[in-house]
């Protein structure tokens, strides 16, 4: 199973990106799907996750993330608004299948004042 994201870039406070991950390879049953990210000197945490009917999300981003995903596509989605200096990090995609984790590359996510 590869993960290939793309979406991020540079973006003024109050602004809005989407991020996308595409899912490739010997896709069978996933069963989770999340982004995570990592900002400089932190580790790396949960941003948004969903599996079956379930969806959570940080208590940061709750009301300004939303995870979706495309299943003819085979793409997951974060739409992120509302966007702080805080959110600047590096976001990667991860499914879950057969209790395997599977990672995206990550993309950069910077937030201008």
């Known amino acids: 199973v590869q993960l290939q994201a793309s979406g991020g870039g540079l973006v003024q406070a109050g602004g809005s990106l989407r991020l996308s991950c595409e899912v490739s390879g010997r896709v069978i049953s996933i069963c989770g799907m999340g982004w995570y990210r990592q900002a400089p000197g932190k580790q790396r945490e949960l941003v948004a996750f969903?599996?079956?009917?379930?969806?959570d999300y940080a208590d940061s981003v709750k009301g300004r993330f939303t995870i979706s995903r495309d299943n003819i596509k085979n793409t997951m989605y974060l739409q992120m608004s509302s966007l702080k200096l805080e959110d600047t990090a590096i976001y990667y995609c991860n499914v879950v299948q057969f209790l395997q984790n599977y990672w995206g590359q990550g993309t950069e996510v910077t937030v201008s004042s």
């Open positions: 969903t599996s079956g009917s379930v969806t």
